[in-house]
Structure formats: structure tokens, C-alpha cells
């Protein structure tokens, strides 16, 4: 509130002369770059913009978002959705993916307190999972449990309810989030049990806008270790190859 107050005084001060009317202009200008890069076309578009960096091709940038990767020309007036490929070796290198994966493994650490987490006691590698409690590839998931706790896999969910936050799976998965006993509520709902509402501060909305960010279209969709995002379900022989051969 001490912060709003100064703001307010300060706009008042401005509107009361002209140089500090420039002055102001200069500021809000300051303000809208990141390092040399101005955000205030993103800005304007709707993106809430993290990082800009020069990218590996020259006079282009590379933006993080609350929606995830773009590309924008260094005045921030063009933006480009795709993928870079350095093709300068025996295979081409998806550096965009490179980039994305990294970002998935440090914004995960950042939420990994409101996860639901079933821990294999032989744990060999931590899976993340965007569920949805009315899935149905996410139940068969979430039935051959035993089988990834016995391949060492611990699985750490995150919600994320395909129809948005006013449908019923967020409110189930809000509920299971709210529960004395999250592991067994989000069990319940899985098998079409039915859990009392329950209102408390909950992680399902930026779950959510994680998994927006992530690229997550359909649930389950699965991180793995190296950031790696699958899309959909794989059983537990198939899933232990899959991170094995990631590393």
C-alpha cells in the first residue's frame, strides 16, 4: 500500500508539470525494457514477459512468457511462435526445445510444494503429471500406480482441468487439493467418488496457467526429469524406456 501511495503522489506531480510529464514518459519507457529489449508491444498484446536474451540467430530474441517461448524481432514489434533448429552437426538440435525444458525444471522446483506426490521407495527418478480428474487416460494412469512406484518412478501431480476453472473437474481437483488426505481424495475421484466442496487456498488455478505456459494441450501430459514434456499416457515398461533413454 506504501508503494500505491507513492505511485499516486507521483502521478499527481506529473500532471501538474511538463517536464515531469517527460520525465514520467522516460520512466514508464525504462520500465517496459528488459535489458535492451522493450516489452511494450507484448506488454500491450497481453503476454507477462520473464526473460529476453539475444537468441542464436542474430537481430532476434528469445522471450519467455506466461505463455511460453516466442521469438521477437529486437525492437519487440514482430514476434514469431516456432521452433530453431541449429542443423550444423550430424542431426539437427532443437534449441528451442532446450529452452523450454529448462524453464519447465525451474518453474516445477518453484511449485513443488503444492503438488500431490505418490514417492516410490526405491526412488529413481520424479516424474511430474498434469492430471485431470475426469480424464480417462489419466485414471489408467493413475490405476497402474503401483507399477511406476516399483519401477522406482515417484510421480508428483499437478491439476489441471481441461475445461478451465468453472467446470467440474476444478472443482473436483479442488476439493482433492483441499482434503485432509489428498492421495486418497484424488484416488476417490478418479474412481467416480464423490468428494464434499471444500474451499481452501488452493494451487488449481496456477497449476493451471502452468501447464498453459508448459504447452500442455490434453491431460495426462507428462515432465520428465530432463523438462522433456510427453503428451498423453504411457504405462510403466514404456515410461521407465522413455526416461532411460532421455538421460
Given at each position: ?130 492430471t485431470d480428474s475426469t480424464c480417462g487416460y489419466c485414471r ?81 501430459a507428462i515432465v520428465l526429469e530432463s523438462g522433456r514434456m ?18
Open positions: 500500500m506504501k508503494y500505491l501511495g507513492v505511485l499516486a503522489l507521483s502521478l499527481v506531480v506529473a500532471s501538474c508539470s511538463p517536464n515531469n510529464q517527460d520525465d514520467t514518459k522516460q520512466a514508464v519507457q525504462a520500465a517496459a525494457l528488459i535489458g535492451d529489449f522493450n516489452t511494450r508491444h507484448m506488454v500491450n498484446m497481453g503476454f507477462t514477459v520473464e526473460s529476453a536474451k539475444p537468441s542464436e540467430i542474430a537481430g532476434l530474441y528469445q522471450v519467455l512468457t506466461d505463455q511460453g517461448l516466442v521469438y521477437a524481432s529486437a525492437d519487440g514489434q514482430f514476434i514469431i511462435s516456432g521452433r530453431i533448429f541449429d542443423i550444423t552437426g550430424e542431426a539437427p538440435v532443437n534449441v528451442s526445445d532446450k529452452i523450454l525444458n529448462a524453464m519447465r525444471i525451474s518453474d516445477l522446483a518453484e511449485y513443488s510444494d503444492t503438488m500431490i506426490e505418490f514417492k516410490a521407495d526405491n526412488e529413481q527418478h520424479v516424474i511430474h503429471v498434469f489408467q494412469l493413475h490405476e497402474r500406480m503401483d507399477g511406476y512406484l516399483e519401477k522406482g518412478i515417484t510421480v508428483r501431480y499437478l491439476a489441471w482441468p481441461r475445461s478451465g476453472m468453472q467446470g467440474r473437474a476444478a472443482m473436483e481437483l479442488q476439493s482433492v487439493w483441499c482434503a485432509d488426505d489428498p492421495k486418497a481424495a484424488l484416488t476417490a475421484v478418479k474412481n467416480d467418488q464423490a468428494l464434499p466442496p471444500a474451499d481452501c487456498d488452493n494451487p488449481v488455478a496456477e497449476h493451471l496457467a502452468l501447464g498453459h505456459k508448459f504447452g500442455v494441450r490434453g491431460t495426462p510427453l503428451p498423453g499416457y504411457l504405462p510403466p515398461e514404456p515410461l521407465l524406456a522413455e526416461i532411460e533413454n532421455d538421460q
